[in-house]
């Protein structure tokens, strides 16, 4: 047992200061650290005592691994669905968490050291100024578990240049530094060793000089060099068309796509080609988010997260037993169902938004 808060919160040198603390679980984000993370930041955005906002995460493994996926499991097995179970309020209350550092009036700075998916995406990936190191590895691994990309994370990746989103979103590939910066995901690179020196210079000279002194230029990205195979497979308008495209392609990296898109959920990847899709059409982050609430809600009470989480996270055995088992078997039907509104149970980013 510790006593340590789970997110340290303090104020120093003009600097509202958002440490993650849960370094033994990669600093994970639960329904406590949110709720502290939306009051730091609703407190700081009208106090002129703070400049800026810094978030980072404590341990060497990385800012954030996601989040609680042990607790949705808990959730979504005991057949506690819908948006008002406990796993539903914590979304809720994170996508509007998105939104709010998505609009923040101030700079928000977001060191992306190390490892960040998922939940860590929506806490650095709408943030102002977002810095990546050579040891980033940013990705969006849910169809591995058989949920769909949230947290914004479709805004993001239907924005990306032609169709690396797509790729990333349906085989759950990692962007190192160069990556994240290609794909829109991050905007500095800074090596690691300089970043005690970049953030005690942000207090003392300011976001945008501490950052024009330290930072380098990123490493090549290995995606964007891989952008005509990519565009050309992903263009494709149903998941099966890009993986017989990805099959019949030269490169040898096509290949290796089409082996990990068909070992995911075949509705997830259904239902993620199709929330990428719309998400390029909606105006903002918050539509976007609204449309991902209806989606994780739905995803909540389906039988591929209980097992993507048995077998990837809970038993480790790493083989899920999909259901339905193949992309042909999943319907137009099925895949409409998870973006049912839900009433009286919206999100309402955007309402909430227009309202502060």
Known sequence: MTDEPEVVIAVRDGLGLITLNRPK???????AMTLAITDALRSWADDDAVR???????GERGLCAGGDIVAIHADAKGGT??????????????????????????????VMDGIVMGGGVGLAGHGSHRIVTERSKIGMPEVGIGFVPDVGGTYLLSRAPGELGTHVALTTARMNAGDAIAAGFADYYVPSDALAELLDAVGAVGVDAAIEKFAETAPPSDLLAQRHWIDACYSADTVEEIATRLQADDAPQAAEAAAALLAKSPVALKVTLRALRAARGLPSLEAVLDQEYRVSVAALGSHDLVEGIRAQVIDKDRTPQWRP???????????????????AAELGSTTAEAQR
Request: glycine letters at 8%; aromatic letters at 12%; charged letters at 15%.
């Open 325 to 343: 088992a193949t992309l042909a078997e999943v319907t137009d039907a099925q895949v409409a169902a998870y973006f049912a509104e839900l009433g």
């Open 81 to 110: 669905a819908g948006a008002d179970s406990p796993t539903g309020r914590f979304w809720r209350d994170e996508y509007h968490l998105n939104a709010l550092i998505g609009s923040y009036p101030k700079p928000y700075v977001v």
């Open 52 to 58: 800026a906002v810094v978030v980072t995460g404590a």
């Open 25 to 31: 679980a990669i600093n994970a984000l639960n329904h």
